[in-house]
């Protein structure tokens, strides 16, 4: 582990793990058994956004990379159950794909605070809304897209969501995506 953080007891805690995969990928996993995005404990009262801790796991993704990335080419993203490699909720912290950074900076201008309608990134339909802030996520994605997008609970592990950093006209902030998995079409709904 790169990190353990339970302050707030074993059940609102997280782990950080640098992940196999990739020269500066983490992964965050609660300290508590969450099976995934689909796991109705993210939605309860009270739940830990882990989306929070995540986001300051940039910095080990510095470090890995002995350079300071802006906000804007980092992501955290989690897999629908179709992409996932494991059955226990984990949340990749890494950079962006150069090509989907350079797309969502040039779509910033038209994001709103609601669900925009599909835009496409790396060839795969994505719902988008803006967020702003700077070093916390105020808004808990599992619950915006619950909510936001009215996605059943039975449904939810269909979906990945991608949070990424942005720095707005107005201030920083960030771009919540989220999209449907289509193993149809070999889409795996991994972000």
């Not at 925009?116 to 897209?145: C, E, K, N, Q, W």
């Not at 707005?168 to 972000?191: E, I, N, T």
Request: glycine content about 12%.
């Amino acid at each position: 582990c790169a990190e353990v953080a339970i302050g707030g007891g074993v059940d609102k805690g997280y782990a950080v793990l640098k992940d196999r995969v990739g020269l500066s990928q983490y992964l965050v996993m609660p300290t508590r058994l969450i099976t995934g995005i689909e796991d109705p404990q993210l939605l309860a009262p009270g739940a830990t956004n882990y989306f929070a801790p995540a986001w300051r796991v940039r910095r080990l993704v510095d470090q890995r990379l002995g350079t300071t990335l802006t906000r804007d080419d980092v992501g955290i993203a989690v897999n629908s159950i179709y992409g996932r490699s494991q059955d226990l909720l984990h949340l990749h912290v890494d950079c962006l794909r150069i090509d989907v950074r350079d797309d969502l900076h040039r779509r910033l201008a038209s994001l709103g605070r609601g669900w925009s309608a599909p835009i496409t990134l790396a060839g795969h339909g994505y719902y988008a809304f803006r967020i702003h802030g700077d070093d916390s996520v105020p808004t808990d994605p599992f619950t915006a897209l619950a909510k936001g997008l009215k996605v059943p609970p039975a449904e939810m592990g269909a979906w990945t969501l991608v949070l990424a950093g942005a720095t707005f006209s107005d201030g920083p902030g960030f771009v919540l995506l989220a999209a449907r998995a289509d193993p149809a079409a070999d889409y795996d709904g991994s972000g």
